[in-house]
């Protein structure tokens, strides 16, 4: 499965991605079979990393600044 592909013509395959997202769910996987409480206190936290992620993936909740132009009075604009 390629994730993109560039202008040139070179195919990215998301190897890297992959990887981590398996290695995600097994450690998931893990700590849900566990059942105890610190096993659930490590899967909310986990959680709230991977919203992280994916929001920073996404571009959600990035503040942009925008230039702010000096205020005009109507004086100055003849």
Known sequence: MNLATSSDGTNH????LSRYR??????RAGLQAERTRSATRRLARRLRKE???QSRALGVG????????????SRELG
Do not use: I
């Open 51 to 53: 919203h992280r992620r």
């Open 13 to 16: 395959q998301g190897r890297r």
């Open 62 to 73: 990035v503040c942009h600044r925008t230039r702010t132009l000096p205020l005009t009075t």
């Open 22 to 27: 398996r290695r995600q769910a097994l450690e």
